[in-house]
């Protein structure tokens, strides 16, 4: 025990000269000047109209009027040409390796049809890599983060994490697995995604990327670490991520990439999956008729987000305070079409008066002994049927003592936002965004580039590697 204390006590010393300091502040304020609008073609061939930023903003799309961005889709007109409008926002500014802390408030997914998606991609794809943060399609419960790259990069499938590693290779080629899967993980709990994320107020989705690791924390709206708060990010006393992409050589596979926040509907994933889930298919016949022809049912169809910081470890430097964001402390309202910020919480969250350590990267604990098991399958049970809807507002904040040190994302310590029981998770693994040269100009649609059709590979994916679109 002694031994092992000594072996963690070295590791963080190795990195105690460092510290992660704030490089970009996307702040509501400054967010549609430092984000481009993407109005070209869909490169995953999902059933969407991205518009411009004009348009947008006119349209009541996009909005940074009161102390969030709001970013929407059209939910009052029927849909035509290449499908719903909506819209897509990269980053101006590309990078590599650093710490992406997001703090949102509300996002699109859970609804039949939709496909949303805050994820980061390089200019060729899959060659400079692709990762995603937050992703998932229809009514999917638990969120989807996974890696995408070039043949030959395979992560460890060693339980440093909380959530489930659900396949380890990352090439989106493998002859043995589904066409475009990748390292896909899933979060162990369903505050993480969709309307149970919404009903909480949300949180902060914090992404640290390194030569060694990238590594996926969730903390719902009360579990955020104070040094978060403080602009002082310490990933070191987080706890284990929700994902730990790790055993990879990832500054081979991974170039700058540009940090992406998008809503599309239907496409490979979302109608591969449509007819496996019998609510979305008791709308329609297909998922491009239901988002064609029901505009009301995208309401809720929107990201809420506070504000997005981009931190870059500058070993030998101390962090510098960032200004104090707006008020985050919201909860979502899902009965107006309306674009108003959330109602201030009225729950109590967690507080501590502890200073925050000195910050370092995120350093796993010694692997578990090789007795114990490894993650289960994925689930292949088709989706429950529908629950209840969701409370509107948090549900009490668990106790937590002001000394702790530890902000780990435990699902089990949080607390039931439901009647009803929580729901089983959907089956989901594939990934299809397909994203190949992106171009500094926003209204030129990206051509994919032609890739080899892999090898078909018999799995037990229910979907198959059949629908999954090829190039």
């Known amino acids: 025990m002694r031994a092992t204390k000594l072996f963690l006590l070295a590791a963080m010393a190795k990195f105690s000269a460092g510290a992660y300091v704030l490089e970009d502040d996307y702040q509501p304020s400054n967010f549609f ?5 993407f109005d070209g073609a869909d490169p995953s061939n999902a059933y969407v109209t991205y518009v411009d930023q004009s348009k947008a903003e006119e349209a009541g799309m996009a909005s940074n009027d009161d102390d969030f961005v709001y970013l929407g889709v059209d939910h009052k007109n029927v849909a035509t040409g290449s499908g719903r409008e909506s819209v897509r926002l ?16 509300h996002m699109p997914g859970g609804i039949c049809g939709t496909w949303p998606a805050f994820w980061a991609t390089g200019a060729s794809w899959p060659e400079d890599g692709e990762f995603d943060i937050i992703e998932g399609v229809n009514r999917q419960k638990e969120n989807a983060m996974a890696l995408h ?16 590693l659900v396949t380890t290779d990352c090439d ?34 914090a992404t640290e990327w390194t030569s060694e690791a990238i590594s996926i924390w969730f903390f719902p709206r009360f ?26 050589d990832l500054d081979k596979y991974y170039k700058e990439q540009k940090i992406i926040f998008n809503t599309a509907f239907c496409g490979g994933w979302a109608s591969g999956t449509w007819n496996s889930d019998k609510i979305c298919t008791a709308k329609a016949s297909t998922c491009e008729e239901y988002v064609q022809n029901n505009p009301e049912a995208f309401k809720e ?3 809420s987000i506070n504000y997005m910081k981009v931190f870059q470890d500058k070993p030998g430097q ?11 402390t919201t909860t979502s309202t899902s009965t107006s079409s309306s ?8 729950e109590n969250p967690p507080t501590t008066t502890q200073a925050p350590p000195t910050t370092a990267p995120y350093q796993p604990p010694p692997p578990p002994p090789a007795s114990e098991p490894s993650a289960p399958s994925p689930p292949n049970d088709p989706p429950a049927p529908p629950s209840a809807p969701a409370p509107t507002a948090p549900a009490p904040a668990p106790t937590t003592s002001s000394s702790s040190t530890s902000f780990s994302y435990d699902p089990s310590n949080l607390p039931t936002c439901t009647p009803p029981p929580k729901p089983s998770c959907v089956t989901f693994t594939t990934k299809t965004t397909f994203v190949t040269t992106i171009t500094r100009n926003p209204k030129q649609a990206i051509v994919p580039l032609p890739q080899p059709t892999p090898t078909e590979y018999p799995t037990n994916n229910k979907y198959g590697a059949g629908w999954r679109r090829r190039t």
Request: glycine residues 10%.
């Open 33 to 37: 000047d430092d984000f481009e609008f």
């Open 90 to 105: 990269e980053t101006k500014k590309t990078y590599k390796h650093g710490l992406i802390v997001a703090d949102i408030s």
């Open 149 to 164: 790259t070039s043949a030959g990069c395979t992560v460890e499938n060693n339980g440093l994490s909380s959530g489930k």
């Open 172 to 205: 989106v080629f493998s002859p043995n697995q589904p066409t475009n899967q990748g390292c896909l993980a899933e979060a162990p709990s369903s505050f993480s995604y969709g309307p149970e994320f919404n009903a909480i107020g949300g949180g902060v989705y």
């Open 223 to 248: 579990k955020i670490p104070s040094d978060i708060k403080d602009g002082n990010p310490n990933p070191s006393s987080w706890g284990k991520p929700a994902a730990h992409f790790t055993g990879c």
């Open 301 to 303: 169809a929107y990201w």
């Open 318 to 328: 101390s962090p510098k305070p960032s200004p104090a964001p707006p008020s985050t």
């Open 339 to 346: 674009r108003q910020a959330p109602p201030p919480s009225t």
